[in-house]
């Protein structure tokens, strides 16, 4: 019995309790077997897939070259590419028991919880994931946030190009996915959405079509500094009457970048950034994936 397929019929079927047993002790007595022939510990999700095809997604033992750790594995189709994907980041501050990364402070409003820039300062906060030496060539993920202030979606600051979230890998910042918050869902105007009906907004090649962008301000006139709970920003929904093409952006709210044969072990960094003390989108959800 392959222990994939075993676990798969306890997770799928109403085995008997003394099945189940039995069928625990014939996985156990293979991953003796599996271990004997082989003491290493996979080092990516991927390589477990490659190993077992039927893994099932879940938590798993990995190694780096000096220690070992459990990631989480997704083991199914994503980003339109087959499974063995590696989780580096994952937060979903909708669970009262999760804690903003170290820096960012706790927005709370109508039972909504995110987090942001929230000390009112001037640029970006950010967050890096070790890739523990993974060697990857696809990035695929996801991010959901709010509007908070008169964000403007691009703007012309020599530091800040990005009002909103970007995810970049390395040192240097190589750009991954831009995640751009609009002044408005029904304007045209060089603040909001570049993908906004009529917008004149020119995206730089640095980004190029690898951004979403949205805005949780439904009137035309520039937002307060509250929280738009009511519609968040990047997950493909709520969009107002110009907003059509930004909700219709390919893959959405999935992100993805597939580098091809090119690879890289650089951490991931996600920044939050607004160019005004009062404005900020800060993140309620986001889980980014390797492979």
Same mark, same amino acid.
């Not at 909504?112 to 890739?131: D, Y």
């Given at each position: 019995?392959?222990?994939?397929?075993?676990?798969?019929?306890?997770?799928?079927?109403?085995?008997?309790?003394?099945?189940?047993?039995?069928?625990?002790?014939? %996985?156990? @007595?293979?991953?003796?077997?599996?271990?004997? @022939?082989?003491?290493?510990?996979?080092?990516?999700?991927?390589?477990?897939?490659?190993?077992?095809?039927?893994?099932?997604? #879940?938590?798993?033992?990995?190694?780096?070259?000096?220690?070992?750790?459990?990631?989480? /594995?997704?083991?199914?189709?994503? /980003?339109?590419?087959?499974?063995?994907?590696?989780?580096?980041?994952?937060?979903?501050?909708?669970?009262?028991? @999760?804690?903003? !990364?170290?820096?960012?402070?706790?927005?709370?409003?109508?039972?909504?919880?995110?987090?942001?820039?929230?000390?009112?300062?001037?640029?970006?906060?950010?967050?890096?994931?070790?890739?523990?030496?993974?060697?990857?060539?696809?990035?695929?993920?996801?991010? %959901? #946030?709010?509007?908070?202030?008169?964000?403007?979606?691009?703007?012309?600051?020599?530091?800040? %190009?990005?009002?909103?979230?970007? %995810?970049?890998h390395g040192p240097s910042r190589q750009h991954v996915w831009s995640l751009m918050a609009g002044n408005s869902e029904v304007g045209s105007s060089s603040?909001?959405?570049? /993908?906004?009906?009529?917008?004149?907004?020119?995206? !730089? !090649?640095?980004?190029?079509?690898?951004?979403?962008?949205?805005?949780?301000?439904?009137?035309?006139?520039? !937002?307060?500094?509250?929280?738009?709970?009511?519609?968040?920003?990047?997950?493909?929904?709520?969009?107002?009457?110009?907003?059509t093409a930004c909700c219709n952006a390919p893959g959405i709210p999935w992100f993805h970048r597939d580098y091809g044969s090119n690879t890289f072990t650089?951490?991931?960094?996600?920044?939050? /950034?607004?160019?005004?003390?009062?404005?900020?989108?800060?993140?309620n959800y986001y889980e980014i994936f390797v492979k």
């Amino acid at each position: 019995m392959d222990i994939v397929d075993a676990l798969s019929t306890l997770e799928d079927t109403g085995t008997s309790t003394a099945g189940v047993a039995n069928d625990i002790l014939l %996985i156990a @007595q293979e991953l003796l077997i599996l271990h004997n @022939q082989s003491t290493t510990i996979p080092i990516s999700c991927k390589e477990i897939k490659e190993r077992q095809p039927l893994s099932l997604s #879940g938590v798993y033992l990995l190694s780096n070259t000096s220690s070992t750790y459990t990631a989480y /594995c997704n083991m199914k189709e994503l /980003c339109n590419s087959n499974g063995g994907w590696t989780r580096l980041a994952y937060l979903d501050i909708s669970d009262a028991t @999760q804690n903003c !990364p170290s820096g960012f402070g706790l927005y709370q409003s109508g039972g909504v919880r995110a987090c942001g820039k929230k000390t009112l300062h001037n640029g970006c906060i950010s967050v890096q994931f070790p890739s523990h030496n993974i060697s990857y060539s696809q990035v695929c993920g996801r991010v %959901i #946030g709010y509007l908070y202030g008169s964000i403007d979606g691009l703007v012309a600051s020599p530091d800040i %190009i990005v009002e909103g979230a970007i %995810i970049t890998h390395g040192p240097s910042r190589q750009h991954v996915w831009s995640l751009m918050a609009g002044n408005s869902e029904v304007g045209s105007s060089s603040n909001s959405c570049p /993908c906004n009906t009529g917008s004149t907004v020119s995206v !730089p !090649p640095s980004i190029g079509n690898n951004y979403f962008c949205e805005s949780g301000n439904p009137t035309s006139g520039n !937002p307060s500094q509250i929280l738009y709970t009511s519609d968040p920003l990047w997950d493909g929904q709520g969009c107002g009457s110009n907003e059509t093409a930004c909700c219709n952006a390919p893959g959405i709210p999935w992100f993805h970048r597939d580098y091809g044969s090119n690879t890289f072990t650089d951490y991931i960094e996600l920044r939050v /950034c607004a160019n005004y003390h009062d404005e900020d989108t800060p993140i309620n959800y986001y889980e980014i994936f390797v492979k």
